[in-house]
């Protein structure tokens, strides 16, 4: 469910548009709803910025901002990433992980992160949302419980365990090269009391403190990342992830208390950093098991599996977040984001139930078989963002903002060659100047970089993806 990108990032998800284009105390109390407007910049932002006195330098600079990006951008380096998670998805994107008997205590036979892990990988490389691969790579999380070596089965239509390892091995093969994801948990681990959550089913999980993966095609490593999270149930949470794909580098950072949440995220293509951004959400009880588990609804999946021994039915079980429940721990946001240090929008949610409706940001082909139907949704979504999400563009050195942020559907098309295609339909960031122009990000070319507003429900995916993991 992704409204909650608008939750904690409606306004830094508004911010994104752009980028295409400190966690309180335990007792703190919910701001209700205040947002700070006054830009913030770092000293060495403010030594490198100019003062900006007419709408046309502010274009100007702008245009600037976005060609010096487009300088440091390669998409096309992207692309083995693109043709090897969307050949998986097409293959395996609905197989589970066949433990032949629960480990660790695991109520479930299976695990749906596998297909989520590359679906991530490939929207990603697909709509140039490249913050995505950090907030995809949370899914390693609940790989990383199970061990062993696992090899497709076409006939059942799974991964089953081929050997033995005290790490998870996935290999399979993707355009005739032998492929492997690698998962090593490490040794340090936390701990959290399961009994009343699982129904007495699992008295305590244990969860490796970091974890480290890759994915390889034949002897080139493609992905490697790293994972840290740590959950003392009442009082904080905290999960990080660190992504290397190819050129680019994606982080996300996200630690909670029972008031406050706050995200920062990065991204670094060739070593410069592009995006810089953070999100703060405040709420009540939002690192409390008892709480986060009512905003949880436990689904079942039931299959049949062929054992060897005739067909046998199976039920595996996971928990997906409801957004109705989720939105009273959640309550209010606001966030801003950077691009190279030099151009911000700063926006605010200043109440997380009115985005309730907005589900997705970007409508696309892998969702949709037509594109009118994908529009109407996408234009419902943008009215409601600007209705409900008010954002400001600034610029380094200038306390006043500059432009106001607005939004209209876009269709975003690719041809990747090689049977690769891609559209969507999703908000467009126009900025509107005082003088009654209209500009949208794409004028400035750096239409490339649209798709990151549907990256920001990195904390809502943490709550999600480690719940999974647990339970």
């Known amino acids: 469910m992704n409204y909650i990108k608008f939750l904690i990032g409606g306004a830094a998800a508004t911010a994104l548009a752009l980028s295409v284009a400190s966690c ?29 006195t007419t709408e046309e330098e502010a274009k100007e600079y702008i245009g600037q901002t976005a060609s010096l990006v487009l300088d440091k951008f ?25 433990l032949g008997g629960s480990q660790y205590g695991a109520p479930r036979r299976g695990s ?3 297909g989520r892990l590359f679906k991530g990988f490939r929207d990603a490389a697909a709509s140039r949302e490249y913050l995505g691969y950090a907030a995809s790579a949370q899914n390693v999380l609940e790989l990383g419980m199970f061990t062993g070596v696992y090899e497709p089965d076409t006939r059942r239509g799974v991964f089953y365990r081929a050997g033995d ?20 948990p490490g040794k340090a681990a936390w701990t959290l009391d399961a009994a009343e959550l699982s129904e007495g089913e699992i008295d305590a999980v244990k969860i490796p403190r970091e974890m480290t993966f890759s994915l390889t095609e034949g002897s080139t490593t493609l992905v490697n990342g790293s994972l840290a999270t740590y959950w003392a149930d009442g009082s904080e949470l905290s999960f990080a992830t660190d992504v290397t794909a190819l050129n680019v580098r994606a982080a996300a950072d996200t630690k909670a208390t029972n008031s406050v949440v706050k995200s920062t995220e990065k991204l670094f293509v060739d070593g410069t950093e ?3 951004a953070s999100a703060t959400v405040n709420g009540k009880g939002m690192v409390t098991s008892s ?24 039920t595996e079980y996971y928990y997906e977040a409801n957004p109705r429940k989720f939105a009273n721990i959640f309550q209010n946001g606001s966030a801003y984001a950077k691009l190279l240090g030099r151009v911000m929008v700063k926006a605010a949610v200043p109440d997380s139930h009115k985005l309730l409706e907005l589900d997705e940001t970007c409508f696309n082909s892998y ?8 529009k109407k949704d996408c234009q419902a979504a943008c009215s409601l963002l600007n209705s409900e999400v008010p954002a400001k563009l600034y610029i380094a050195g200038n306390d006043a903002a500059t432009a106001t942020l607005k939004w209209q559907p876009y269709l975003n098309e690719e041809d990747y060659g090689y049977g690769y295609s891609y559209w969507c339909w999703e908000p467009e960031g126009v900025m509107e100047f005082a003088d009654g122009t209209r500009y949208s990000f794409y004028d400035y070319d750096v239409n490339d970089f ?7 429900d990195n904390v809502f995916q943490s709550y999600e993806n480690l719940f999974n993991a647990l339970f």
């Open 112 to 114: 749906k992160a596998l």
């Open 274 to 276: 592009i995006v810089s």
């Open 74 to 98: 390669r998409p096309a380096d992207q692309r083995p990433i693109l043709e090897l998670a969307a050949d998986f998805v097409d293959a395996y994107g609905d197989y589970t992980i066949d």
């Open 291 to 314: 709480t986060i588990e009512k905003a949880f609804d436990r689904e079942e999946d039931t299959y049949e599996t062929w054992t060897g021994n005739g067909y046998e039915t199976v």
């Open 24 to 52: 309180g105390d335990s007792n703190e109390e919910p701001q209700g709803g205040k947002t700070d407007t006054k830009a913030e910049w770092t000293d060495a932002e403010k030594e490198n910025s100019r003062k900006i």
């Open 367 to 374: 969702d949709y078989d037509s594109q009118s139907e994908a």
């Open 165 to 184: 390892s005290s790490d998870i091995i996935i290999r399979f093969q993707s355009n005739g090269k032998r492929c492997e994801l690698k998962v090593v």
């Open 450 to 456: 649209a798709g990151l507003l549907n990256r920001f």
